[in-house]
């Protein structure tokens, strides 16, 4: 569906680290008429073979970019470190929501853990994080997409730059 097999099974371990971490997930997609939808993302997770990367979202908080993904399969997602502001944005073009595996649910409570450990020096306690993470088994939904093209978007010179495998 689009997405450039260059890219496929080259993202470093660094970047599949990163973008696992338990970091500030924001997931946008688009309609036909190119009118954007945006929602934020709970965690991701990549699969075994480090090819595809998974999003948890909450259904209900995301009923706009569910639908555009469901229609258009295109899907830009930023990454991003709140004690640094280290930023990457992928793109995809093959996004379909897929079950839910143990695998993630696993991932979304590390994250949660990991994303609250990010944010408290910033001054959002535990009670601030349960909050964010709060949903319903039933309420969440997995993303999953090929990556096409990764940028450097943390603020600075770089920002912006089409992101080279092995960099």
């Given at each position: 569906m689009g997405h450039n097999a260059g890219l496929q099974g080259r993202l470093s371990a660094d970047l599949?680290?990163?973008v696992q971490k338990g970091i500030s997930i924001s997931v946008a997609s688009r309609d036909r008429r190119l009118v954007p939808s945006v929602s934020r993302a709970l965690a991701c997770v990549a699969s075994e073979d480090g090819r595809q990367l998974r999003l948890l979202v909450?259904?209900?908080?995301?009923?706009?970019?569910v639908r555009d993904l469901e229609c258009c399969g295109a899907i830009a997602v930023g990454f991003t470190?709140?004690?640094?502001?280290?930023?990457?944005?992928?793109?995809?073009?093959?996004?379909?929501?897929?079950?839910?595996?143990?695998?993630?649910?696993?991932?979304?409570?590390?994250?949660?853990?990991?994303?609250?450990?990010?944010?408290?020096?910033l001054g959002f306690d535990q009670a601030y994080t349960r909050r964010l993470f709060s949903a319903g088994p039933d309420d969440l939904v997995v993303i999953a997409f090929t990556p096409d093209k990764v940028y450097q978007q943390t603020p600075g010179p770089a920002a912006g730059a089409l992101w080279e495998p092995g960099s």
């Open positions: 599949l680290a990163f909450v259904r209900s908080q995301a009923v706009e970019l470190e709140p004690s640094t502001h280290r930023t990457l944005q992928i793109k995809g073009g093959d996004a379909a929501l897929v079950p839910i595996t143990p695998r993630d649910q696993e991932a979304l409570a590390r994250s949660e853990v990991a994303f609250g450990g990010q944010i408290e020096p």
